[in-house]
């Protein structure tokens, strides 16, 4: 085994989550998550992500070495996730990554989560074109990114000027009275309605740039269906999902195309919890099948927020020769890309 044993830590919203790989082989991917804590919110309430990240970082660490069956001695250097992201949640993962790197005496690496969003696909596809684009897209965050280099050059196309893809999941099956999170359900109950029933706003689908809003896109919505109740009739809730849906997944897909042929890159990557939308994947397929661009979606376990893909970038930058942190390392909550 000559390639290096990462251990990678994430904390940035409310998975713990500790990956260990060896170079591109994914050797565990252990995760606690608080979002039951979260879900009569209806949102992430950061000070109870960062208690529950405190309470189980120890077992995740634990389980993650049993599951690789290795020890901490065994580990080469340590990932951790130093934002963007909450601050409190991101202190208690580059806490313990310090902690355990300073007491084994190794190498840490503070990697961008968006970055890591991109490399951990590598753990499925093997080494990433270069360049490719990325089209990120979850609770947090909704960006495009230029990789010319995973480890090293990571650039911004565009991000979203509100709303989060799916926050806007989120908060509309809010309205819709179907729970959180959202997405997993709108996807759900979308396969039994029509797509083009409502015509819902694409917001920003023309303006030549690569950023995303989707807030006008949610207050549609939210409308559309009050109209319905002040005229007492019965909300087509399928309908409405499946429309709203489409609505976001076609700015998402025209957008990272666009961004594709306007820098000649041939290989698009889809990251982030939104990713495991269905009708996201298929309509992605469709269109990347016509423009002649290959497209790479990890598997939804790898897409949500995970320790892998913290391990998998650290073990580029580690092949990459890319100087370490020390530890003063800083948890960044808006750090740039
Ligand atoms: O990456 P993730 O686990 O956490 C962060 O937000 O960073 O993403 C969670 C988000 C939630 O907003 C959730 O509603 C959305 O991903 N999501 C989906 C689906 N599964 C999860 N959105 C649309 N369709 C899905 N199938
Ligand atoms: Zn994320």
């Excluded at 340590?78 to 909450?86: M, N, R």
């Excluded at 797509?195 to 706003?201: G, K, L, N, Y």
Aim: hydrophobic content about 45%; charged content about 20%; aromatic content about 4%.
């Amino acid at each position: 085994d000559s390639e290096p044993l990462v251990l990678g830590i994430e904390t940035s919203c409310d998975e713990t989550g500790v990956g260990i790989v060896r170079g591109t082989a994914l050797l565990a991917d252990a995760i606690a998550s608080s979002v039951d804590q979260h879900a009569r919110f209806g949102g992430v309430v950061p000070e109870v992500a960062s208690r529950a990240h405190l309470e189980a970082m120890i077992p995740t660490v634990d389980r993650a070495l049993a599951d690789a069956g290795v020890t901490l001695r065994d580990v080469d250097a340590l990932a951790v996730t130093a934002g963007p992201g909450l601050p409190g949640a991101l202190m208690v993962g580059v806490a313990a990554a310090k902690a355990i790197a300073l007491s084994l005496g190794k190498p840490l690496y503070g990697v961008n989560h968006l970055a890591a969003h991109v490399a951990v696909d590598q753990l499925e596809h093997g080494p990433l074109p270069k360049p490719c684009v990325a089209l990120l897209v979850s609770g947090g965050h909704s960006s495009l990114l230029l990789v010319p280099d995973v480890a090293g050059d990571v650039r911004s196309l565009g991000a979203t000027v509100d709303d989060a893809a799916g926050e806007a999941f989120d908060k509309v099956a809010r309205l819709l009275d179907l729970g959180f999170p959202g997405g997993p359900v709108i996807d759900r109950r979308a396969r039994e309605g029509d797509r083009d029933a409502i015509a819902f706003p694409r917001g920003k689908y023309d303006d030549g740039t690569y950023d995303f809003s989707f807030s006008g896109l949610k207050t549609a919505v939210a409308r559309w269906v009050e109209a319905r109740e002040r005229a007492g009739e019965p909300v087509p809730v399928a309908d409405v999902a499946a429309s709203f849906q489409e609505a976001v997944v076609d700015v998402l897909v025209h957008k990272a195309l666009r961004a594709c042929r306007d820098h000649g890159v041939r290989d698009l990557l889809i990251g982030g919890g939104v990713a495991a939308n269905s009708r996201l994947r298929a309509l992605a397929q469709e269109r990347c099948d016509a423009a002649g661009v290959r497209l790479r979606v990890p598997r939804p376990k790898l897409c949500t927020d995970n320790g892998a893909m913290v391990a998998a970038l650290g073990a580029e930058m580690v092949a990459a020769g890319v100087a370490p942190s020390d530890l003063t390392l800083p948890a960044d909550s808006s750090l740039p890309i």
